[in-house]
């Protein structure tokens, strides 16, 4: 059966971690390789990194870290922030990511994400919507959040998946930060149109959240940031509640480090 | 020393297989040296040989065979002197007779099939099957052994290879039905999943490749 994917996110800002990061035991907090390992030892399902910067220093940067963090961890990589081409995203999978999430360009553009999918297939095609709730609808939101577009998001996450994206990366800006839980009726909604996997993102403030996601959200995977860099849940935490709440999860026992065991 | 030809052709993470074989070779002992290349003299003399691939079956394949003398020297090695060989992904789908992502592509014909889109009973599974997902094992094999009760291992895809002969599936996945996760037949095998991103159980599966003699 197939797994629920519990995916920890950093946001990388110039090579480093931002936002912070509270890792007990963990000397140099801001360095995204060694926050990556910390949470693949710790049986992560998926990382996600994304560039805040999307600057040209930043890209740089970034395809560092990739590299560094694909030469450590044998786990699935996702990376966004500032991708605008097929091109883009082949450069951030030959580093070693294995999914780019892709947000402005696409929404700008959509027909990008036909070539984007052609170049490097759409599994590795993953479509980030921010959206902000309108009365009983959702408005999709570009730059990082900063400018509205007018597009309503159901409609656009449809016209995403025919287009091209393998997975869709839901923040609710609403709920983003506010530990508040996730916006179920936003995930219930975007379920209903399309039939790729969906990341539930935005909103996440205990193990509880990130279970109802799943049971009520329908989403098959759950992304947090802060709880998990706090510590505030564990990943063990997470995979306990999901676990109770009856969805599948990788079973603890067969994580460990390359050299643990497997042997 | 034992030489590793990985296969490059444009397609696929290829630093991340590198460095998972890598890591494998490691845990073995012995010199291992890997090489990426599409050098056919290189592919012809090596000692095992990898082939990944990511994307699009039809992409994949012209990417290969746009490479001069690359399919010739891989049938060479695998073919004739009977070297170990391992596909991962598109790289495993291109064993088929033909991948039919996008219109019918012919691909290399070493293992009887082809690859359509997977269609699982449930429309409701989200497709590309996406994630970690346990590996039943259909046959005994060395390159499938050792792995723990019901491995789990991590599949991105939305095309399956459906072999003809049921005795070339060496692994199985359920998602819907049950679809072929993994291929084997004489020094050939191939993996829909990723070994070398599904942690401590593929690094233990590229481990038992790099020792495998078939």
Same mark, same amino acid.
């Given at each position: 059966m197939l797994k629920t994917r519990i995916i920890p996110c950093l946001d990388v800002k110039n090579g480093r971690t931002v936002k912070g990061v509270n890792f007990v035991g963990l000397r140099d907090?801001?360095?995204?390789?060694?926050?990556?390992?910390?949470? @693949?030892?710790?049986?992560?399902?998926?990382?996600?990194?994304?560039?805040?910067?999307? =600057?040209?220093?930043?890209?740089?940067?970034?395809?560092?870290?990739?590299?560094?963090?694909? @030469?450590?961890?044998?786990?699935?990589?996702? /990376? #966004?922030?500032?991708?605008? =081409?097929? @091109?883009?995203?082949?450069?951030?999978? #030959?580093?070693? $990511?294995? !999914? /780019? $999430?892709?947000?402005?360009?696409?929404?700008?553009?959509?027909?990008?994400?036909? =070539?984007?999918?052609? !170049?490097?297939?759409?599994?590795? /095609?993953?479509?980030?919507?921010?959206?902000?709730?309108?009365? @009983?609808?959702?408005?999709?939101?570009?730059?990082g959040g900063r400018t509205p577009t007018g597009k309503d998001a159901i409609a656009f996450a449809r016209r995403a998946v025919e287009l091209g994206a393998g997975e869709i990366l839901l923040t609710s800006m609403d709920r983003d930060g506010t530990k508040e839980g996730f916006d179920i009726p936003l995930l219930r909604a975007v379920r209903d149109v399309v039939t790729v996997p969906i990341i539930a993102s935005g909103g996440a403030g205990n193990a509880r959240h990130l279970a109802e996601a799943v049971t009520e959200g329908l989403a098959d995977a759950v992304l947090a940031a802060s709880i998990f860099h706090f510590g505030e849940c564990t990943l063990a935490e997470a995979r306990a509640a999901l676990a109770e709440a009856g969805a599948s999860v990788r079973p603890f026992s067969a994580i460990g480090s390359a050299a643990g065991e497997a042997r | 020393m034992s030489q590793i030809a990985l296969i490059d052709y444009g397609s696929g993470n290829v630093r991340s297989m590198s460095r998972a074989l890598a890591a494998a070779a490691d845990s073995l002992g012995g010199t291992t040296l890997i090489t990426l290349t599409d050098d056919p003299d290189v592919i012809r003399k090596a000692d095992r040989i990898v082939l990944p691939g990511v994307g699009h079956f039809a992409d994949c394949a012209s990417g290969l065979r746009g490479r001069p003398g690359v399919v010739e020297a891989m049938s060479d090695a695998v073919r004739k002197r009977g070297a170990p060989f391992l596909g991962v992904c598109v790289g495993m789908q291109l064993l088929a007779d033909v991948g039919r992502e996008d219109g019918d592509t012919e691909g290399l014909g070493w293992i009887p099939g082809s690859v359509e889109p997977l269609a699982p009973d449930d429309p409701q599974l989200p497709i590309p099957h996406m994630g970690w997902n346990e590996l039943s094992i259909d046959h005994e094999h060395e390159v499938f052994s050792g792995l723990g009760a019901s491995p789990n291992v991590y599949f991105t895809h939305s095309y399956v290879f459906s072999p003809e002969s049921a005795a070339d599936v060496a692994a199985s996945f359920s998602y819907g039905g049950n679809f072929a996760a993994a291929v084997a037949r004489d020094n050939v095998v191939g993996t829909q999943f990723h070994p070398e991103k599904s942690q401590a159980v593929g690094i233990r599966l590229l481990a038992n490749f790099l020792s495998w003699s078939p």
């Open positions: 907090a801001g360095d995204p390789v060694a926050l990556a390992k910390a949470y @693949d030892e710790q049986g992560a399902d998926e990382l996600c990194f994304l560039d805040i910067t999307a =600057s040209v220093e930043g890209r740089g940067a970034m395809i560092d870290v990739i590299e560094r963090t694909a @030469d450590q961890c044998f786990m699935p990589l996702t /990376v #966004g922030g500032g991708v605008r =081409s097929a @091109d883009d995203m082949v450069a951030m999978l #030959g580093a070693g $990511a294995d !999914k /780019v $999430a892709i947000n402005t360009a696409a929404v700008d553009n959509p027909d990008i994400l036909r =070539s984007c999918a052609r !170049k490097v297939g759409r599994q590795a /095609v993953v479509m980030a919507l921010d959206v902000k709730r309108r009365g @009983d609808q959702w408005e999709v939101f570009t730059h | -």
